[in-house]
């Protein structure tokens, strides 16, 4: 069975300060992770992915974030905190194989940021 | 390049009703998704599409959902009748990925946020 756990639905952070939103995942199967950002009435737009390859995955607006399986966890990070930033982010496993590329979601992240 | 279309953007209706909703996925994009957001929740799958075929509905309440994508292009997804449990917002996505069990990157509409009162 895959699952997403994100630790933490509210996060507030002073506008300069690091950003870290934590993720755990279990699959079956090597996974492909995600990271997803949501602004109020608005769809998901994709941060970023991690398919294969480096660990270490850099996104859009200054994000990245570290696949590490041993602790199978796809935290998301960023140096510095901009208000641009609040919003309720999403972490997403596919389980990949057989399983139709199908997203499991994370119940989210509301990220604040105070100036 | 145009984004996923969906309308309308908000509905309120009266349980028992029925309501549909209309998702123009991006130009190309071989495979759509629908998913129903609940608040506080993240999104759920209720069904995918690969061109005009379901290849997942596992999660699609079939007594009172139902979808369809009539070649290969739109999707309309319908609630009848609705259950105040059904007031959630309903993202269509989709994707290039020629084969369903690929996971390309999914783009997302913007939603129908549903009330049911």
């Known amino acids: 069975a895959q699952s997403v756990t994100q630790l933490g639905s509210h996060v507030s952070v002073s506008e300069g300060a690091l950003v870290l939103l934590r993720c755990n995942y279990s699959?079956?199967?090597?996974?492909?992770l995600f990271w997803y950002v949501q602004y109020p009435n608005q769809g998901l737009q994709l941060l970023l992915k991690?398919?294969?390859?480096?660990?270490l995955v850099k996104g859009i607006n200054g994000f990245e974030a570290e696949f590490k399986k041993s602790e199978t966890s796809f935290h998301l990070t960023k140096p510095s905190a901009h208000m641009s930033d609040a919003a309720e982010y999403f972490c997403?496993?596919?389980?990949?194989?057989?399983?139709?590329?199908?997203?499991?979601f994370g119940r989210g992240t509301q990220l604040t940021v105070w100036p | 390049e145009a984004g996923v279309a969906q309308s309308p953007r908000y509905k309120i209706i009266e349980k028992r009703q029925s309501v549909a909703f209309w998702c123009n996925p991006i130009?190309?994009?071989?495979?759509l998704y629908w998913y129903q957001q609940i608040l506080g929740q993240g999104p759920k799958l209720l069904i995918q599409?690969?061109?005009?075929?379901?290849?997942?509905d596992s999660q699609l309440p079939k007594d009172r959902f139902s979808a369809e994508r009539l070649k290969g292009v739109d999707s309309t997804l319908k609630i009848q009748p609705a259950k105040l449990e059904d007031s959630a917002v309903y993202l269509c996505?989709?994707?290039?990925?020629?084969?369903?069990?690929?996971?390309?990157?999914?783009?997302f509409g913007p939603g129908t946020r549903l009330t049911v009162t």
């Open positions: 996505a989709s994707s290039l990925a020629p084969e369903a069990r690929l996971s390309y990157e999914q783009y």
């Open positions: 130009s190309g994009h071989a495979t």
């Open positions: 991690y398919t294969t390859g480096a660990t």
């Open positions: 599409f690969q061109n005009n075929g379901v290849v997942d």
């Open positions: 699959s079956s199967v090597p996974p492909y």
């Open positions: 997403a496993v596919s389980p990949g194989g057989s399983t139709l590329g199908r997203l499991y």
